[in-house]
């Protein structure tokens, strides 16, 4: 049986202002039910498949408590689920830079988080294939 890590470690996640900001410019877009997902390869060797930022806008939650709460539930998902997407990177021998922005107005519940963490995972991977022409 495979041993699997599930831990986001400060190096899995994306700080690099250039980075961010390039990625804002130019990264590539693709949305789910719950989010707006800007990726793109990075231009750094990284120790990780894959850098992620999470974001939820202040315009649709006032209260920072009520970010945080969403934001550590995305989080714990991507944290549980991010396996599907390291493989299929690794497969590839890729690295990306991933922001993922919640795009709601109300607060959902972990397990529909969850659920759509699923589906971004399965259109992100689908969207690099078609980016990078992998079969």
Same mark, same amino acid.
């Given at each position: ?12 996640? =994306? ?29 750094? !060797?990284?120790?990780?498949?894959? !850098? ?36 299929? =990177?690794?497969?590839?021998? =890729? !690295? ?40």
């Amino acid at each position: 049986m495979i041993s699997r890590n599930y831990t986001l470690k400060k190096a899995e996640r =994306l700080c690099n202002w250039k980075t961010i900001t390039r990625l804002f410019e130019s990264g590539n877009i693709l949305y789910t039910s719950y989010f707006k997902v800007i990726w793109s390869k990075s231009l750094l !060797q990284m120790p990780y498949p894959a !850098q992620v930022m999470f974001s939820v806008p202040k315009m649709g939650f006032r209260h920072a408590v009520v970010r945080n709460l969403i934001k550590r539930r995305i989080r714990e998902a991507y944290r549980k689920k991010k396996n599907v997407l390291y493989d299929f =990177l690794n497969e590839g021998n =890729l !690295q990306i830079v991933i922001i993922i922005i919640f795009k709601e107005s109300f607060i959902p519940d972990y397990i529909s988080i969850e659920k759509s963490i699923d589906v971004m995972f399965r259109k992100l991977i689908i969207a690099i294939k078609n980016k990078e022409n992998i079969c």
